[in-house]
């Protein structure tokens, strides 16, 4: 059963192989990130595979799917990640519950009060914390709010209402 693991493997290989000489480079990486795919990540950017390709995807993709190690290597890869791609993979990791990612994304530096590029102004901060509450992840809105958000400033308490915290 090995044998046709490995085989499978060097197939798959090939295969993103060929991908990357056709310059597909960064949707095959998003691939990986989303799949979770540790090895495959780590065999694309050790192939010189740029982290911050395809406006830098993979790593929200990571976060999308709470794919903590991934999201790391891609981090710690470094390339072109810009810190609007950090962001974003933050904005992305709030939406969706991932409090580990959102603690290793602030632990590398993203600023909690940066703002996104759908969202207006310094109050990105206060809607991370009402998509975080409005999807009921409580736990992302206690990390948010341990790192230093306030959710009960004038700013935050005049444009982002509070949200019924929907139950499981």
């Known amino acids: 059963m090995h044998l046709i693991d490995a085989i499978a493997r060097a197939w798959e290989r090939e295969e993103i192989l060929r991908a990357m ?3 597909h480079l960064g949707v095959t990486l998003c691939d ?3 799949a979770g795919g540790m090895q495959d990540v780590c065999f694309l950017l050790a192939a010189g595979v740029d982290a911050g390709a395809e406006r ?6 990571a976060c999308f799917g709470g794919h ?3 999201a790391e290597a891609l981090l710690n890869a470094g390339g072109t990640l810009t810190p609007h791609h950090r962001n974003e993979a ?3 990791a709030v939406n969706h519950g991932r409090t580990a990612c959102c603690e290793l994304l602030l632990d590398c530096g993203v600023d909690i009060y940066s703002t996104h590029y759908r969202i207006e102004g310094g109050l990105a901060y206060v809607k991370r914390i009402r ?3 409005w999807h ?3 736990e992302t809105v206690a990390c948010l709010l341990d790192r230093g958000a306030d959710a009960w400033s004038r700013r935050a ?3 982002a209402p509070v949200a019924p915290i929907k139950t499981r």
Do not use: F, P
């Open 21 to 23: 000489n056709e310059g």
């Open 32 to 34: 990986a990130a989303d």
């Open 56 to 61: 830098g995807r993979a790593l929200s993709c």
């Open 68 to 70: 903590i190690r991934v």
């Open 90 to 92: 933050l904005y992305v």
């Open 131 to 133: 998509c975080a509450a």
């Open 136 to 138: 009921g992840n409580l």
């Open 157 to 159: 308490m005049q444009y």
